[in-house]
């Protein structure tokens, strides 16, 4: 008899989880700014749950929990704004964009609780970029980093480009985040000419990687929001990423492509368009499979294992899950212990 085998390997599938984890804190788009006006509200899923999405009289987004604290009414069916408030339906109890219960039109003594804190689950927001920004904590805890500048759509002047897309994934969004570290799926799974080599470096919630020796040069920070730029026939296309977690299983991607704003004409814009089509997919005649098409159909289907088996091809995806386990500040240690 030879050696016993690991019947570990063989069975731990049977176990495996599609997404074993808790929604990511960090920054996340919500929506772009220009689809909600002064005084307007309506209803949007993220983080596993409702919100209610609304914009105040003089232009300020808030995002609450749809639930009144007095006596349960879901404020995204029959509520409104008024002024900076968002007024419950059912008693007109109004709160403001940071929670707090501001008026209650009936009461003499109000519950003390409400001079003491907000009561109403708000998430902090900000416009940035022409997009809507929420922060989500589980705890509820406000935000340890800032959205960073990013020129090319900030910078109206220098930089071009309206292409934008969303693409709904059936996953979490840590496994769309490995796809960044794992280069050996880009030539096997992508078409790539080869496994170009990666380095990756880890500050805080920001996470920078160099594929191909400045080929790609992407930067993560936090879950939400990723800046790949890429170095091409002498010019530099970027492609911004917002990935927004809909729930534990559900991740929509979201991209807008970017590039220095070049002259009709000039050999720089059309390599900048062809850099762009590549990354979206949709160049004639490319032997290489965008994302939209065959990274959904092993996203859509794969289990996570947390032991993996790596080999010395991979990228850093033991390092990428240590950086990325600093967004579950809520888990257990049985729930970290799995992913
Ligand atoms: S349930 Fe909202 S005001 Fe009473
Ligand atoms: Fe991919």
């Known amino acids: 008899m030879g050696d016993q085998i690991n019947l570990k390997v063989l069975l731990e599938s049977q176990t495996l989880e599609r997404c074993p984890f808790p929604i990511p804190t960090g920054w996340y788009f919500v929506d772009y700014a220009d689809t909600l006006k002064a005084g307007e509200m309506r209803n949007v899923t993220l983080f596993g749950q409702e919100w209610v999405l609304f914009r105040t009289e003089s232009g ?3 995002m609450s929990d749809p639930y009144c604290p007095h006596l349960g009414a879901h404020m995204g069916h029959g509520g409104k704004v008024c002024g900076e408030h968002i007024r419950c339906p059912f008693h007109h109890w ?13 009461a003499k003594v109000t519950p003390p609780i409400v001079k003491k ?23 509820c805890e406000a935000p340890s980093f800032e959205l960073p500048y990013i020129p090319e759509i900030e910078d109206a002047t220098g930089y ?14 840590q496994e769309i985040a490995e796809n960044g570290v794992d280069v050996a799926h880009l030539k096997f799974l992508h078409g790539a000419p080869g496994i170009p080599p990666v380095s990756a470096s880890y500050d805080g ?3 920078k990687l160099d594929i191909g020796q400045g080929y790609i040069v992407g930067t993560a920070y936090g879950p939400g ?38 002259a009709e004409g000039t050999p720089e814009l059309h390599a900048s368009k062809k850099v762009i089509d590549h990354m979206i997919g949709a160049a004639e005649g490319e032997e290489s499979a965008g994302f939209e098409s065959v990274d959904f159909i092993v996203w859509n289907n794969k289990k996570y294992r947390p032991n993996p088996l790596l ?14 386990k600093q967004f579950y500040p809520a888990a257990d240690a049985a729930t970290l212990a799995k992913i």
């Open 60 to 62: 300020k987004p808030g």
């Open 94 to 106: 109004e709160y403001d964009t940071a929670g707090w219960c501001k008026n209650i039109p009936y």
């Open 117 to 139: 804190q907000a009561i109403l689950r708000t998430l902090p927001m900000v416009e940035k970029y022409g997009m809507m920004w929420a922060w989500y904590h589980p705890l």
């Open 160 to 173: 071009t480009g309206s292409r934008r897309g969303s693409w709904t994934a059936d996953t979490c969004i």
């Open 205 to 207: 919630p920001v996470m």
């Open 225 to 262: 929001l990723n800046v790949m730029r890429f170095n091409q026939h002498g010019i530099t296309a970027t492609m911004i990423s917002y990935t927004q977690p809909i729930s534990a299983e559900q991740s929509r991607m979201n991209m807008s492509f970017r590039h220095v704003d070049y």
């Open 311 to 324: 080999c010395d091809g991979d990228g850093p995806v033991l390092q990428f899950r240590k950086w990325f």
